[in-house]
């Protein structure tokens, strides 16, 4: 078993590979590596002065290289940044490819920059069941700016939005992200709309993109109380206005800390943890229910055979846990 200890000091002293261990730790599923994970994260406490940044996007519109740009730039102003990077996961062997260190080879080679890859498992909204555990254990290994690059599913990124101080959503010009093309969901969701690939043959059509975004703002309710999100043009492969964009990161962080939604945002955050942690907990505890798992393929088989409404089955595996739960308290 992990030693509790040295992992915290090890942490603490921003060496790696306790950092990578007590991830792993934390992202297992056993719940001995679980338990220790949650002594490690409680004996670390608050995390120190951070920015958390969501870097969302369909996929092909450039996150990756956007996010090696900026993190040059984050490193530059004198920061540490840690990349965690969420891959899909394949719904029919699970597995999931993990490449984003080869997408960032440059930024991933500097010793101020941490690159995580995690795959999304069956967690929903773009990012991976441990990646608010995660955050935190970078955090506390003195890394002050993380991103969260998203799976990219340019729909379902509220989970990503739920954890980070900034959301930035990356769109290229002229390959489908048009307005009719990305719902608007997720561009109420952003703080910075970034339309990248700004440059060539498709300069023109960034700066018809960005204009249409920019006018479909104003329709839209401001999502913060000091921030009206920005629309902005960049080409993260040539270094094009990456500077400016986290200038403006930099610029929004200072808004929301004077106005106090900063720490507002933070709090409720911690909350909406709070609450899915014990959803997730709870849905565990059921699915190893003994009497359960007992009952379990009957009423499976009676809802795929269409004798038993699913609401109906789901009650009464409830019933079955709590009347098991009562019995052994």
């Avoid at 996150?63 to 993190?71: A, C, D, Q, V, Y």
């Avoid at 379990?296 to 009650?315: I, K, M, W």
């Amino acid at each position: 078993m992990a030693d509790v200890d040295a992992l915290v000091a090890g942490i603490r002293a921003g060496a790696r590979r306790p950092l990578a261990r007590a991830i792993t730790l934390a992202e297992s599923t056993r719940e001995d590596h679980r338990a220790v994970a949650r002594e490690v994260l409680a004996r670390l406490g608050k995390p120190r002065d951070t920015l958390r940044i969501a870097v969302s996007g369909v996929p092909g519109a450039g996150k990756s290289t956007f996010i090696e740009s900026l993190g040059a730039h984050v490193i530059a102003s004198g920061h540490q940044v840690a990349v965690l990077t969420i891959d899909p996961s394949s719904a029919i062997s699970g597995g999931s490819i993990l490449g984003d260190k080869t997408r960032m080879a440059t930024l991933s080679k500097s010793p101020e920059a941490y690159i995580r890859p995690s795959a999304a498992g069956e967690t929903l909204g773009g990012v991976a069941r441990r990646t608010r555990d995660t955050m935190a254990l970078v955090e506390a290994a003195g890394f002050d700016v993380v991103i969260v690059e998203t799976v990219g599913v340019g729909q379902s990124e509220t989970t990503a939005a739920s954890m980070t101080d900034l959301f930035t959503l990356v769109l290229a010009p002229a390959a489908g992200d048009d307005l009719q093309g990305i719902k608007r969901g997720i561009v109420e969701l952003a703080d910075l709309v970034l339309i990248n690939k700004a440059d060539g043959d498709l300069k023109a059509a960034a700066g018809r993109a960005a204009s249409d975004y920019a006018n479909a703002q104003r329709l839209l309710r401001p999502r913060r109380e000091s921030w009206s999100a920005r629309v902005v043009q960049c080409s993260a492969l040539h270094d094009d206005g990456v500077a400016d964009i986290w200038n403006a990161m930099r610029e929004y962080r200072s808004l929301m800390i004077d106005s106090g939604e900063y720490e507002k945002n933070r709090s409720l955050q911690a909350r909406h943890w709070l609450w899915q942690e014990t959803t997730d907990k709870l849905v565990d505890l059921l699915k190893g229910h003994t009497q359960v798992k007992a009952e379990l393929p009957a009423l499976e088989s009676a809802v795929e055979s269409g004798s038993l409404a699913p609401s109906v089955a789901a009650d009464q595996l409830v019933k079955a846990f709590m009347n098991m739960t009562g019995e052994s308290s």
